[in-house]
């Protein structure tokens, strides 16, 4: 590895991955190496620079991984990250997965890249979140004996474009607070007349509307108080900050799974 780490993105045709790149440009630290997409976008050779409105940079799309980098940064589709995962695992390239919506079997697949090469599949890249996460457990690891009892319930907001409800960081969240506290059902949303509130249930609430990046409210009810942990993304680069965060984590690293709490010094 040079003075500059090589990074490549995959999906830089994509929302994210065009502010990957951007971003990649700002940081002394990082160059970009390669850009990936899929078969048939129509941004396969153009200059990625051009495509994310910085003007040329000097790296064409390509659909195949055909330039050493050092590690990947994935903001695709579930398909594409499980492409480039084998590669990363054939090759021992660290991989940065940002990619959501994975079923089990597709999340597995891409586990296994662990095996032979650092990677971090995470949830969620933000910085804030990823300590937001933290501090849900001290909360519901804090207050899961409060006489009264403590109702749970997990509010997201994201654009009106997000295709997937609840978010997999609203799920993460619950899936936190039930490893500390104990419940078992997980709840989308109430209508009708559900009845009395189960003491074993965490509720989620969905919200889509006009541009919001990302909000995540968990509300930690009791009988006489309420704690209302909130994060607010405000840009999408929030995300990107992150990702390239982990990105010079792993390039330091030995094969194996790693979390952002290991990047955040949190563990």
Do not use: W
């Amino acid at each position: 590895m040079g003075d500059q780490l090589l990074i490549g993105v995959n999906g830089a045709a994509g929302r994210m991955g065009q502010r990957v790149a951007v971003l990649i440009c700002q940081d002394p630290d990082l160059k970009l190496g390669a850009a990936l997409e899929s078969e048939n976008s129509p941004a396969l050779g153009k200059d990625a620079g051009e495509v994310a409105g910085i003007g040329p940079i000097g790296v064409k799309i390509q659909s195949e991984l055909t330039d050493r980098v050092d590690v990947i940064i994935d903001f695709s589709l579930p398909a594409g990250l499980i492409k480039i995962a084998g590669i990363c695992a054939e090759r021992q390239i660290g991989l940065v997965a940002a990619t959501t919506g994975l079923t089990p079997e597709q999340r597995n697949e891409v586990l296994t890249a662990s095996q032979t090469t650092p990677l971090i599949l995470a949830p969620n890249m933000s910085l804030a979140v990823n300590l937001m996460m933290k501090l849900v457990r001290e909360a519901a690891h804090s207050l899961k004996n409060s006489p009264g009892g403590v109702d749970v319930e997990i509010i997201e907001r994201h654009h009106r474009f997000k295709e997937d409800a609840p978010s997999g960081t609203a799920l993460h969240f619950g899936e936190i607070v039930a490893d500390e506290m104990g419940q078992t059902e997980h709840v989308h949303g109430r209508a009708g007349r559900p009845g009395p509130r189960p003491v074993c249930e965490i509720g989620y609430h969905a919200l889509r509307t006009g541009d919001n990046v990302g909000e995540h409210t968990i509300v930690f009810g009791m009988m006489g108080e309420t704690i209302d942990l909130t994060v607010r993304g405000h840009t999408r680069d929030s995300y990107v900050y992150g990702a390239l965060t982990a990105a010079k984590y792993l390039a330091a690293q030995k094969p194996g799974l790693y979390t952002m709490a290991d990047v955040l010094g949190l563990n």
